[in-house]
T-cell receptor, first 110, second 110 residues
Framework: EAQVTQNPRYLITVTGKKLTVTCSQN?????MSWYRQDPGLGLRQIYY???????DKGDVPEGYKVSRKEKRNFPLILESPSPNQTSLYFC?????????FGPGTRLTVL | EDQVTQSPEALRLQEGESSSLNCSYT??????LFWYRQDPGKGPEFLFT???AGEEKEKERLKATLTKKESFLHITAPKPEDSATYLC???????????FGRGTSLIVHP
């Protein structure tokens, strides 16, 4: 089954404790991206990647890092999480203009 | 700055009662306008991409149209399973970063 998977689905952590949210796709897509979704705001892109070893900032990259060492994986790294990074995070991959989203990771930073 | 405004924020319909959702946008050089459906607790699901004014696309009970300033998502004879939040997004030709609206929450009562 073609899909984008994210882990973990839910995470509660404390300020300053480094964490990684993994994202993997099995569709051989070149383009992958990360979004955050907050109440009252639209989805906002954090980072995107056009291909292996090619990443670029989206609209809200502060406090986040990404890497793209393999085509299928695109992890999101929060090196020192803060409470304002409490949000619902989505990973996506694209075939042309059709984006496939993962199921989401709900992150709470205390 | 690209902007996307969706209206109404929420819409309640009776089963079979057709209606339209609006997406007004401003963007510097539209590359594409996207419609997604998002069910509670899930990632957005791609519906349509529209590229130029006058373009229309259909899928089951949904029909998306595009002008130079707005897009409509027409829902004909909706069913309860059409209940979801519908998201609109635009992407300019010079960027890989889409701008999303806040969405319209649609509830269809049986």
């Amino acid at each position: 089954e073609a899909q984008v998977t994210q882990n973990p689905r839910y995470l509660i952590t404390v300020t300053g404790k480094k964490l990684t949210v993994t994202c993997s796709q099995n569709m051989n897509h070149e383009y992958m991206s990360w979004y955050r979704q907050d109440p009252g705001l639209g989805l906002r892109q954090i980072y995107y990647s056009m291909n292996v070893e090619v990443t670029d900032k989206g609209d809200v990259p502060e406090g986040y890092k990404v890497s793209r060492k393999e085509k299928r994986n695109f992890p999101l790294i929060l090196e020192s999480p803060s409470p304002n990074q409490t949000s619902l995070y989505f990973c996506a991959s694209s075939r042309g203009d059709e984006q496939f989203f993962g199921p989401g990771t709900r992150l709470t930073v205390l | 700055e690209d902007q996307v405004t969706q209206s109404p924020e929420a819409l309640r319909l009776q089963e079979g009662e057709s209606s339209s959702l609006n997406c007004s946008y401003t963007v510097s050089g539209l590359r594409g306008l996207f419609w997604y459906r998002q069910d509670p607790g899930k990632g957005p699901e791609f519906l349509f991409t529209l590229y130029s004014a006058g373009e229309e696309k259909e899928k089951e009970r949904l029909k998306a149209t595009l002008t130079k300033k707005e897009s409509f998502l027409h829902i004909t004879a909706p069913k309860p399973e059409d209940s979801a939040t519908y998201l609109c997004a635009v992407q300019p030709g010079w960027s890989y970063i889409p701008t999303f609206g806040r969405g319209t929450s649609l509830i269809v009562h049986p």
